[in-house]
């Protein structure tokens, strides 16, 4: 079956880096638009930053000029470059993967922490 599998969460200080990957198999991956979306502890899940299949790129307010959306179609990989992350950053991050061929095939993966704590 199609997987997602997310990478790359961690613990980091408010201002330090993480980079996500999620990589993908049994998907023609290089049809997908790809995002990434987070979900904080009582609030609901959110999309953070999307990139289609043609590469192009979208980020909410709160992440622009911070993170940076990616795809390697050679890999069957999107990341997620994070930087100069900020308390509230602090969410689970799930990968998920669209693609619409009449009907709509949507994928996601099982998330991964991400901790930005002093």
């Known amino acids: 079956q199609v997987q997602l599998v997310e990478s790359g969460g961690g613990l980091v200080q408010p201002g330090g880096s993480l980079r996500l990957s999620c990589a993908a198999s049994?998907?023609?991956?290089?049809?997908?638009?790809m995002a990434w979306y987070r979900q904080a502890p009582g609030k609901q899940r959110e999309l953070v930053a999307t990139?289609?299949?043609?590469?192009?790129?979208n980020y909410i307010d709160s992440v622009k000029g911070r993170f940076t959306i990616s795809r390697d179609n050679a890999k069957n990989t999107v990341y997620l470059q994070m930087n100069s992350l900020k308390p509230e950053d602090t969410a689970v991050y799930f990968c998920?993967?669209?693609?619409?061929?009449?009907?709509?095939?949507?994928?996601w993966g099982q998330g991964t922490q991400v901790t930005v704590s002093s």
């Open positions: 998920n993967a669209v693609l619409w061929r009449l009907t709509k095939f949507e994928y």
């Open positions: 049994r998907i023609n991956f290089s049809a997908y638009d």
């Open positions: 990139i289609t299949s043609g590469g192009t790129t």
